[in-house]
């Protein structure tokens, strides 16, 4: 665990994935560094604290947080629709800090699409290579480009308001990648869909960045979608990174509680007392070789849960009962009961056992690979 | 009360209202056709009032004086009130509470207060330097004082109800500050802007007291030869004026609808 | 990364406008003045101006022909209290007092009329409600003397509803319903109703039903649910449609001067009459000076009911 924790210590010094640079199609996504990146609204509302974050090009990088978090302002920062208070931006390793949005080669997609209702899908996929003096042939065969790669090409003529939640958005995304920016934003594009367009348009984003190899900056509050489609993730809270590293990275080895419930965590216990052989929680000894902590955590799917009478008492086997079973199909997913007012969550794989009853007395097996100790 | 003897009572209120509303409105435009020179009892159909008043020349003066009045006030306010509702919108987070004081003032003033505050200024102003003597000119200035606030407020209304992050895609997509105003928010406004032309004009059309008091001798509206006309009694003559200004008002009030939900009529996608 | 060989490239990017700690949002005060200033100079110019320069003439002297001069004085403020060279009369305050008067009489009917009628169309479907809003707006649009004409017409003696009234006794045979007292609340009504139901509309429009909801689950009666759920959250509305009713219904001219007999004269028929036959500039502007107070308070208080109605611009239009 050394190493991997002298990997994400600091945001600056994670090393960032970039297998999928060599695929780009010509030419790859600009690198973006911020230093020092503040932002406070009021006397009272600091939004940032000092962001220090180094994102590679061609890297598809995720935001995530709760809402007020500080993720969206630092897009905006980046985008150049808001001025940082204190600190820099890079991007391509120029400083564009003082550089106004319509000067950044920064294209975004935002929330509620913006796309202008005047104009129908031609246009507004055209507006920002008009603004910038493009002649019209050049546009309308870019445009044209464009709509075919984003599957759109037969919308083009429609108006704005003809237009059904997911074709709104494969739209701004065409108007944003036609201008073909060093770097693409998305903040939370795909919030308003309903569930299966979106996992539909997360693997389909996650396909156009790697054909593209330019730098996506995803916002977003959802931890799967940031865990499918992104190459690393920076989980911001408070106005401050928690941790910055790819979503395995952040799921099996979060460095803090606040990371550890964002991913989804549940089962959290303090550490009462550690030594070399192992370390005491309220409801047990966990015994194994673990870094030093305060809290650990027991993954849910690395825990076995047997009959009662079917396991031998022995190490890392602790007795309850069953509190709750929530059956999801591939998986049951039990609430146990320790004693002590303590609960634990198993999910067990479901390979055609019965499944236990909830009252039944069971047995639960924690595997060391399992668990995780980290600072709070 | 039972909740349908309530709804009942309230739909019967409601065309009680309705009937209040248009029956004046109706009255004149049906003496306007009396057979006989009665505003009290009608007699028969009849369109003599209105041969009259085309024959005429003082009423057809008045009648082009009201025109150029209310299409040159409109127009100036219209470029005016846009660009102040345009202001009000893109600094609405400044500290610009003197500039609503500033709107309202005219929309809540008595008009009588307008009209004789600019009628006493501007008659002590020609009396000094003979400028701004009494006429169509003082009149237009006046119209136009009272019709910005009602543009900017609508203008100022339009934008509000935008999504504000168009304005940022516009910044995001290369659009420097004069290709914002002129592929982004003038083709956005066009109906507002157009409606607000029509507000305009209906507002001046709608107004006497102000007019009243800072027209001249050579500029006398259709209002103020109505005004002059009925201190002798309301006549069949009158009632046919009326009626035409009345039409003439629902016309613009239809034209001013359909702008503004000319964007809302359009059939909409099933998501 | 090597930063510097990139810094050298896009060298076009790498302008540092600033390097103050603390950097500031550009100033866009040059904008704000070119696109605000038109209106703002049209308005203070041949508005507040021209309004101030009234004030001034209710504080000087009358000369020949009704137009003022110096010295400053109090005269037209004592003359308006009833003080002229005959010793003190009534006339003046009486006016004063009946504009008042006529004002709340009308306001408060407006009010009555006005409120369920927005409820109303907030519940009607949604379709619907533009169209409705603007079937009570468009009688407003026309003519303020065409709509007077239109209940001279109607109040007339002779016409059927003022037939109707003497044959009930309520009038004298022969007579009409105009001039009146009545015909000018009449008026009054009519003019104004539109600026009650906009405001009324525009707080309907938000109301929180779960509020009523739960006044119905404690079993509050229709009276009670009404005083504790419904008037507290309307009330933003109605105090702004009580401004733009009564400051305007105060100041009236046209409806007194058309509908109302001498004896029904208000402060707006006084004011006027000082600027034309009687020519007494400084005591019509001492007039004006209530009005323009009035006016002053009541946009305070508008002031506030937008801020509560969270936007300025539903209040109106």
């Known amino acids: 665990m050394t190493g991997q924790s002298t990997a994400t210590a600091s945001a600056v010094a994670a090393e960032p994935t970039t297998q999928h640079q060599d695929q780009a199609s010509g030419r790859s996504g600009s690198s973006i560094e911020l230093h020092g990146v503040t932002k406070q609204f009021a006397a009272d509302s600091i939004a940032l604290r000092g962001i220090n974050l180094k994102i590679s090009g061609g890297e598809f990088f995720t935001l995530l947080g709760p809402s007020g978090c500080g993720k969206t302002t630092l897009l905006r920062i980046i985008a150049g629709l808001e001025n940082a208070s204190d600190g820099e931006v890079e991007i391509g390793g120029a400083s564009v800090t003082d550089v106004p949005a319509h000067k950044r080669n920064v294209n975004t997609v935002f929330q509620s699409y913006a796309l202008f209702n005047h104009l129908d899908v031609r246009e507004n996929i055209g507006f920002g290579l008009k603004m910038r003096g493009m002649d019209k042939a050049e546009i309308s065969k870019r445009v044209t480009e464009t709509a075919e790669f984003i599957k759109i090409g037969n919308l083009l003529g429609r108006r704005v308001d003809q237009l059904s939640g997911g074709q709104r958005q494969r739209v701004a995304l065409a108007r944003a990648l036609v201008n073909e920016p060093d770097v693409l934003l998305l903040d939370e594009p795909l919030s308003a869909l309903d569930a299966g367009l979106r996992s539909e348009l997360q693997l389909e984003l996650s396909r156009i960045q790697r054909r593209l190899g330019m730098t996506f900056i995803f916002v977003t509050h959802d931890q799967q979608e940031a865990m499918v489609m992104s190459d690393r993730v920076a989980v911001l809270n408070d106005g401050r990174i928690q941790q910055v590293g790819p979503p395995q990275q952040l799921y099996e080895h979060p460095e803090n509680l606040f990371v550890a419930r964002f991913m989804g965590h549940q089962n959290l216990y303090e550490v009462r007392q550690q030594d070399e052989s192992g370390l005491d929680t309220c409801f047990g000894r966990l015994v194994g070789e673990f870094e030093r902590g305060t809290h650990v955590l027991i993954r849910p799917e690395t825990m076995t849960v047997v009959r009662e009478d079917d396991v031998n008492a022995g190490p890392n086997v602790f007795a309850a009962v069953v509190r709750e079973r929530v059956y999801r199909g591939h998986v049951a997913e039990y609430t146990l009961d320790l004693g002590n007012d303590t609960e634990i969550v198993a999910t067990c794989n479901n390979v055609g056992e019965p499944m236990f009853d909830v009252g039944t007395r069971v047995a639960v097996k924690v595997q060391t690979s399992g668990v995780v100790t980290f600072h709070a | 009360m039972s909740s349908r003897g309530f709804h009942r009572g309230m739909r019967a209120f409601w065309y009680v209202m309705l009937f209040f509303l248009y029956a004046p409105l109706a009255v004149v435009a049906l003496y306007s056709f009396n057979s006989i020179n009665s505003s009290a009892v009608f007699a028969g159909v009849s369109l003599r009032w209105y041969a009259q008043l085309f024959s005429d020349e003082t009423i057809l003066n008045a009648f082009y004086n009201s025109l150029t009045l209310a299409i040159t006030s409109s127009i100036i306010a219209t470029v005016i009130g846009t660009l102040l509702g345009y202001g009000m919108y893109t600094y609405r987070n400044r500290r610009l509470g003197w500039l609503i004081w500033l709107v309202y003032l005219p929309i809540v003033m008595p008009d009588i207060v307008y009209g004789i505050s600019q009628m006493s200024f501007f008659t002590s102003i020609s009396n000094a330097t003979g400028l701004f003597q009494l006429g169509l000119g003082t009149m237009v200035i006046a119209h136009v004082s009272f019709q910005v606030p009602f543009v900017a407020l609508l203008i100022y209304s339009r934008l509000v109800g935008l999504d504000a992050m168009l304005f940022e895609a516009c910044h995001d997509l290369y659009a420097k500050g004069w290709q914002r105003a002129w592929y982004f928010i003038l083709p956005t406004l066009r109906p507002a802007i157009v409606s607000s032309f029509f507000l305009a004009f209906t507002l001046s059309i709608d107004d006497f007291v102000i007019s009243f008091f800072t027209s001249g001798p050579e500029s006398v509206t259709l209002p103020i030869f109505i005004w002059s006309a009925i201190k002798k009694g309301v006549t069949p003559e009158v009632n046919a004026i009326a009626t035409l200004m009345i039409g003439a008002v629902f016309a613009a009030a239809v034209i001013a609808l359909a702008f503004q939900y000319v964007r809302a009529a359009r059939p909409r996608a099933a998501d | ?317």
């Not at chain 3, 009146?180 to 539109?194: E, T």
């Not at chain 3, 929180?208 to 649910?225: F, N, V």
């Not at chain 3, 009459?273 to 007039?287: C, E, K, V």
């Open chain 3, 1 to 317: 990364m090597p930063r510097t060989q990139d810094a050298r490239t896009q060298g076009a990017f790498a302008t540092r406008a600033s390097e103050s700690p603390k950097r500031r949002e550009p100033s866009h005060f040059g904008h704000l003045m070119a696109v605000i200033s038109p209106g703002v100079i049209w308005i203070v110019v041949f508005l507040v101006l021209p309004s101030a320069y009234l004030m001034t003439i209710a504080f000087m002297t009358n000369g020949t022909y009704g137009l003022p001069r110096m010295p400053l004085t109090l005269e037209a403020f004592k003359e308006l209290a009833g003080f002229g060279f005959l010793g003190w009369s009534p006339g003046n305050l009486y006016t004063l007092i009946r504009s008042i008067w006529q004002t709340v009489l009308s306001t408060s009917l407006v009010i009555v009329m006005a409120y369920p009628i927005a409820y109303y169309i907030t519940r009607a479907p949604a379709r619907m409600r533009p169209l409705m809003l603007l079937a009570v707006v468009v009688p407003s649009w026309t003519n303020q003397v065409i709509r007077a004409i239109g209940w001279m017409n109607i109040l007339s003696p002779g016409s059927p509803v003022s037939d109707l009234a003497a044959s009930m006794g309520l009038i004298p045979a022969q007579m009409g319903l105009f001039p009146s007292k009545f015909a000018v609340v009449v008026g009054l009504v009519y003019n104004f109703m539109p600026f009650m139901v906009l405001p009324l509309y525009a707080v309907f429009e938000k109301l929180d039903y779960a509020q009523i909801d739960a006044a119905r689950d404690l079993r509050a009666g229709p009276i009670r649910t009404f005083i504790h759920a419904v008037l507290p959250q309307t009330l933003p509305g109605l105090l702004a449609g009580t401004v733009l009713v009564s400051i305007p219904a105060f100041g009236m001219y046209v409806i007194p001067e058309l509908l109302g007999g001498g004896k029904s004269m208000m402060l707006g028929n006084l004011v006027a009459r000082q600027f034309a036959a009687a020519s007494n500039w400084p005591l019509g502007a001492a007039g004006a000076l209530i009005m323009i107070i009035a006016t002053l308070l009541g946009l305070l208080v508008l002031r506030r009911m937008g801020k509560k109605l969270g936007g300025d611009s539903q209040v109106v239009l």
